[in-house]
């Protein structure tokens, strides 16, 4: 955990990949409030923006985690929905992540 209390890069980007492994491709909105519940992250680690913009710190997070699984090649290539590739699907069904 950071500073806010927010999980490390590792922890978010095994949550994202375990939370899309059990779904199909899903809209990238829908994933940010369930993976902050995972975590019982509070309205204020959620919400605190980075310092920068107004862009919560938490989706900004959460958006990297995404790019990083997929330059993995472990999701999709497309932004418009987050699901995992075909090579993605096979790490899932060959280990636990």
Do not use: C, I
Not at 15 to 31: I, Q, T
Not at 35 to 58: G, I, K, Y
């Amino acid at each position: 955990m950071d500073d806010l209390g927010l999980p490390s890069d590792a922890e978010l980007e095994r949550a994202l990949f375990r939370y899309l492994a059990a779904r199909r491709p899903v809209e990238p909105a829908s994933v940010y409030g369930p993976l902050a519940d995972q975590f019982a992250l509070t309205v204020t680690q959620r919400t605190v923006p980075l310092e920068d913009n107004s862009t919560p710190e938490w989706s900004n997070r959460v958006q990297a985690a995404q790019a990083s699984l997929r330059q993995k090649g472990l999701l999709l290539e497309t932004l418009t929905v987050w699901g995992l590739s075909e090579y993605g699907m096979k790490v899932a069904q060959s280990r636990t992540v």
